[in-house]
Nanobody
Framework: QVQLVESGGGLVQAGGSLRLSCAAS????????MGWFRQNPGKEREFVAA????????YYADSMKGRFTISKDNAKNTVYLQMNSLKPEDTAVYYC?????????????????WGQGTQVTVSS
């Protein structure tokens, strides 16, 4: 079992940057594959990025490549999402998720644990 708490969301102008953090509790954090998703009201949860348990492998949604970077610090039990060149369409609630299996996947149904989300709003 792992508990996830996101932070770092807020209001930013288009072209700006934000770094989201996801702090995890639990002794086995280093063994989880971690992911970031986002969601707007009335829409399905959208995959953003995933990172392997070691941090050595990453996987991004095509639309996020080059702008977003996922990273993981097992010593701090924290996963990050650095978001650059933000656009108004990046506005959403961003969720952190953990997956026991090792494969990097983009389907939300494949993740076992979820945080409560943090709001990101990008103004034009």
């Amino acid at each position: 079992q792992v508990q996830l708490v996101e932070s770092g969301g807020g209001l930013v102008q288009a072209g700006g940057s934000l770094r989201l953090s996801c702090a995890a509790s639990g002794r086995t954090f280093s063994q989880y594959t971690m992911g970031w998703f986002r969601q707007n009201p009335g829409k399905e949860r959208e995959f953003v990025a995933a990172i392997s348990w070691s941090g050595g492998s990453t996987y991004y949604a095509d639309s996020m490549k080059g702008r977003f970077t996922i990273s993981k610090d097992n010593a701090k039990n924290t996963v990050y999402l650095q978001m650059n060149s933000l656009k108004p369409e990046d506005t959403a609630v961003y969720y952190c998720a953990a997956r026991v299996a090792w494969q990097l996947v983009g389907s939300s149904s494949e993740y076992d644990f979820w945080g409560q989300g943090t709001q990101v709003t990008v103004s034009s």
